[in-house]
């Protein structure tokens, strides 16, 4: 039996009422004003950071007064990863740049700087011999001098330590310590002082390797820190 007239003009009313109501509570709810252009987003509590050329990670973490491990901590960034130039970092806990004037690195300052020049053919953290590499090995010819990576005290030296051959490892006295190893020659005694860009080792491959290279390792304590991240 048919509906009548009245029946399916009501019917008709009330589908009409409900979509009004429905697609004008989906407007509401779901409306949101966009960002005008220049509006900066940021997450709480911080500040981000464009990375200029030639800065680490380390020195980024002095100009804010953040610990290196934050920073990579809150950037998610992985291991054996290195920042490059016009790369935005989020830096956790801080609206502004400490009031400090950070200089550019030259031998004798306190940067790192590269203790040789070479390809990293094992980077951090890369599976070998059983482990994790500590540091990085850095490709260089047999006879190539060896720099100290930044100054310091030379505390430890060694003809033989097992699989790192020829070793040396030099204080920086700020919790920091910086591991040379496969030298075919060292040129330092523990106690010397030694300065960012000295000569310290002739590059070899005595220990546990068949090609000349340099095993190299920055620590902060007695932990292993991904050289990268402080290499300019």
């Not at 100009?63 to 291991?79: H, M, Q, S, T």
């Not at 970092?89 to 030259?106: D, E, H, M, T």
Request: charged residues 20%; hydrophobic residues 35%.
């Amino acid at each position: 039996m048919g509906s009548s007239p009245i029946t399916r003009s009501r019917i008709r009313a009330a589908i009409f009422a409900l979509l009004v109501y429905l697609l004008t509570g989906c407007a509401t709810r779901g409306h949101v004003t966009a960002p005008s252009s220049g509006t900066e987003i940021k997450k709480t509590s911080g500040i981000y950071h464009k990375v200029k050329d030639g800065e680490t990670l380390w020195r980024i973490s002095q100009i804010y007064g953040v610990p290196v491990n934050e920073i990579i901590k809150a950037n998610r960034l992985p291991d054996g990863s290195a920042i490059e130039e016009g790369q935005l970092l989020y830096i956790p806990g801080r609206s502004s740049a400490l009031n400090i004037q950070v200089k550019p690195i030259v031998p004798g300052a306190k940067g790192f700087i590269w203790p040789i020049k070479g390809r990293v053919t094992l980077p951090f953290g890369a599976k070998w011999d059983g482990g994790r590499n500590k540091g990085i090995d850095i490709e260089a010819k047999d006879g190539h001098a060896v720099a100290a990576a930044r100054s310091g005290k030379v505390l430890f030296c060694s003809d033989s330590l097992k699989g790192y051959g020829k070793t040396i490892i030099i204080d920086h006295e700020d919790g920091f310590s910086t591991v040379y190893a496969h030298n075919k020659e060292i040129l330092v005694r523990p106690g010397d002082r030694v300065v960012s860009g000295q000569e310290i080792a002739i590059a070899g491959s005595t220990g546990r390797t068949s090609l000349p290279h340099l095993h190299f390792e920055i620590r902060k304590g007695h932990e292993p820190q991904n050289p990268l991240y402080y290499l300019p």
